[in-house]
């Protein structure tokens, strides 16, 4: 049984071969938090930890002991879990322990995505009841901890029992207590077109916090925050991670006391945050996940990748192997008809694509970003057949078809407004900001819901459909939801986004067998939240294979390769006008979900042979590349960041593919090799180059290696003769193909 009761020592432990979580009820009844890390024994004398009272402020410490969900008002000074206004105004609260179960599995959370089991033996769930007695308050924590993760999952929920509401102003999803903060703070922010770059912080007094106010979780910030000690590197050492199953409006936070313990906290953002708790009815905080991992980096992102891959995100794409999208945005932006159209597809499907994705523009009036959005009818100009007879045609080209909407956008010019402007956020007597040219639809607003799972549903039950692009281009300004009475404003960020939830969710389970990509601008909302409804995800705008090396490497801390949509596209590239080899970009987009964005009828015949040399490696390795463990070599974020390198290998170590990639290229640069990680020892492995070559780095390398030697010496990534390096030029990539070759004895090794 992963969860242990000592009714004696009333504690809990949650624990597998991987993790313990300790927790205690003190003496006087509140929720002490004693532990999270590696493997303890079942049971131990651990009286001395968090055996005290919690003494809130007359504990001359001025740090009552770590509380599980540290309330505010009673002593402790530090950032709380949980904030409640009472009728009279007041916001102490202080909790106390009341019951508790223990059941095998994991519940859902109403309303919000949250990982899941298949089978109740892949997990156990503690629900600890709390009370605030005077404030009429209850609060539940969940935490499930699963057979064979990392992992720890937690959510709360909060119940007022009084005849009045009562309003919540902050609940967290998970705070945890750390005894110290000899920690560097890891996170990933960016902006548009250079999402989630690694950023490191050394924790000191105060605290460190980061977080969205814009309605989504957004381009600048993801939801997670990690925690390495500052000898932890991939292979090695401690790291904790706290990453939150939400896509909007959230708070990540350390705070370092006085006595230097740490305090990490993740949930809502309080900031303009008030919920009404009417009496009786139960508010849920979405889940956060928590790993901990003392093999280093590498072991942290592959308990998020296993699990948000395979228990979070859901439906039949969720283990199918993804198509190759042949998409026309960059292809053609508004500018496109009928036959433009098929004509990339057909160039497309010559070259062995899979799927067309029709993006922005194929509706309404829409020949630029300033008209039509909510107008979701077919622009006949450019489309006479409509969507269903663009679809059949692609279709019997031998592609599937799919297509791009941005369902919570509304533009100031198109019928949707004229009829229905009550429907735009936006404070009344005040104007609107637009961004992008639009506004955005009030999605906590039921009927507005229902409206657009009407709409689309009628699209995509008219022409087949296999795969959505749900796209979401602006953040929100002067939020208001004109449905909400005065005191409930405070509810609408949180509201808007169970709409966005509500509407994704009706429109999975109706369409089961469409493949949805969410999209914000680029990875402006790619965050565990969305990937519960759409299990990949348009990284980024920026399709420049330089940038995408930080971002997908900054991506892959958290996000499962199979997440990542990466496309090819054309050079001089849109969004830097970096002139790259094509095989460079492709072997960036290979690690991911690959797709090419890209007019191929403008391709030249050495150009297409290129192509469809890539898209044959691809297919031949695409369980690999979607779905092996990932496996980060060398970073864009290290030293001067010219060389990244990364790995994937099939989980039972039989195939992998090494991509090492140089920036610049330097003179006589001197001999170089690159350690491989992850590999079976005892194996021989067949290497081959890719693209295939008899330059230098081919035939050092090609042929049979033994695992040992790959992981202790490594590929030779650098020859000895400085000659060698003039054909390569800057922005070089070269992958490496190995094969477990059976056969071979490790005497025939070259
Ligand atoms: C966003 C997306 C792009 C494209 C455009 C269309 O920027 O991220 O991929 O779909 O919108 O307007």
């Not at 015949?605 to 192509?611: K, N, P, S, Y």
């Amino acid at each position: 049984m992963p969860i242990l009761f000592d009714p004696q020592a009333r504690t809990f432990h949650l624990r597998n071969g991987q993790v313990s979580y300790l927790i205690r009820v003190l003496a006087n009844g509140a929720l002490g938090h004693v532990y999270f890390g590696g493997t303890l024994a079942e049971s131990g004398p651990r009286g001395h930890l968090a055996s005290r009272e919690f003494l809130g402020f007359d504990n001359r410490l001025g740090e009552p002991v770590p509380l599980e969900y540290p309330t505010a008002g009673i002593g402790d000074y530090r950032v709380p879990a949980l904030v409640v206004r009472a009728p009279d105004g007041s916001t102490a609260n202080d909790l106390r322990y009341v019951s508790h179960r223990t059941f095998p599995g994991k519940p859902a959370i109403p309303g919000l995505p949250s990982t899941y089991v298949q089978a109740h033996e892949e997990a156990e769930t503690l629900e600890i009841l709390l009370a605030d007695t005077p404030a009429d308050l209850e609060v539940r924590l969940y935490y499930t901890i699963f057979v064979d993760r990392s992992v720890v999952a937690r959510s709360a929920r909060i119940r007022s029992l009084r005849q009045v509401p009562q309003t919540l102003l902050c609940a967290m999803s998970a705070s945890l207590d750390l005894p110290d903060s000899d920690w560097n703070l890891v996170h990933f922010s960016g902006a548009w077109a250079r999402e989630r770059h690694v950023v490191k912080r050394r924790l000191g007094p105060g605290s460190m916090s980061f977080g969205s106010l814009r309605g989504a979780s957004g381009h600048q910030h993801d939801p997670s925050l990690l925690l390495q000690r500052e000898a932890t590197t991939e292979q090695h050492g401690e790291a904790y991670g706290l990453s939150l199953v939400y896509s909007g409006n959230f708070l990540a936070e350390a705070e370092v006391g006085a006595f230097g313990t740490t305090r990490l906290r993740l949930g809502i953002n309080p900031e303009g945050f008030a919920w009404n708790l009417e009496p009786g009815a139960e508010f849920c905080a979405p889940e956060a996940i928590l790993v901990y991992s003392d093999d280093g980096m590498e072991a942290l992102s592959d308990a998020y990748h296993t699990l948000y891959r395979d228990r979070l995100a859901r439906g039949v794409w969720r283990d199918l192997p993804r198509p190759i999208v042949i998409n026309n945005w960059e292809a053609t932006y508004f500018d496109f008809d009928e036959p433009r159209l098929l004509a990339i597809a057909s160039s497309a499907r010559e070259l062995g694509m899979e799927l067309f994705v029709l993006d922005d523009g194929w509706f309404g009036q829409r020949d630029g970003d300033n008209t039509s959005l909510g107008d979701w009818t077919v622009n006949l100009a450019k489309l006479p057949g409509g969507i269903g007879g663009l679809a059949r045609k692609i279709e019997e080209l031998g592609l599937r078809f799919g297509i791009w909407i941005e369902p919570e956008m509304i533009s100031q010019r198109s019928r949707l407004f004229t009829e229905h402007a009550d429907w735009v956020v936006g404070v009344p007597a005040r104007p609107r900001t637009e961004g992008r040219n639009q506004l955005v639809l009030d999605m906590s607003r039921g009927e507005v819901v229902d409206y657009l799972f009407g709409v689309l549903s009628d699209l995509l039950s008219h022409a087949p459909i296999s795969y959505v692009k749900w796209d979401m281009n602006r953040n929100i300004t002067e939020p208001y939801g004109g449905a909400l009475p005065a005191e409930r404003q405070g509810e609408f960020f949180h509201r808007y986004i169970l709409g966005v939830y509500d509407l994704y969710d009706r429109l999975g389970r109706a369409f089961p067998n469409v493949l949805f990509e969410s999209c914000a601008g680029g990875g402006g909302r790619f965050d565990p939240g969305m990937l519960a409804y759409a299990p990949q995800a348009w990284t980024s705008d920026d399709t420049d294979a330089i940038e995408r090396l930080r971002i997908q490497w900054g991506t892959s801390q958290v996000y499962p390769l199979s997440s990542m949509a990466a496309h090819v596209s054309a050079v001089p590239n849109h969004q830097v006008g970096r002139i790259t080899p094509l095989q460079t970009r492709a072997a960036v987009a290979f690690f991911g979900v690959l797709g090419y964005e890209l007019d191929p009828t403008t391709l030249s015949a050495e150009e297409r042979a290129l192509v469809a040399g890539q898209i044959e490696f691809y297919k031949a390795h695409r369980e690999l590349f979607q779905r092996g463990r990932f496996v980060r070599l060398r970073g864009p974020f290290e030293g001067d960041g010219n060389e990244t390198a990364w790995m994937t290998v099939s989980r039972d170590r039989k195939q992998g593919v090494v991509g090492h990639y140089r920036i610049l290229n330097g003179p006589n640069p001197g001999p170089s090799r690159l350690r491989l990680r992850g590999l079976d020892p005892a194996a021989t492995y067949r290497v081959s180059v890719w693209p295939a070559g008899d330059d230098a780095i081919a035939k050092a390398n090609a042929g049979l290696r033994g695992g040992d030697e790959l992981m202790k010496m490594g590929l030779t990534i650098r020859s000895e003769d400085p000659n060698d390096s003039r054909s390569l030029g800057d922005f070089h990539a070269r992958l490496f193909d190995l094969d477990a070759d059976e056969s071979a004895h490790p005497s025939s090794r070259e």
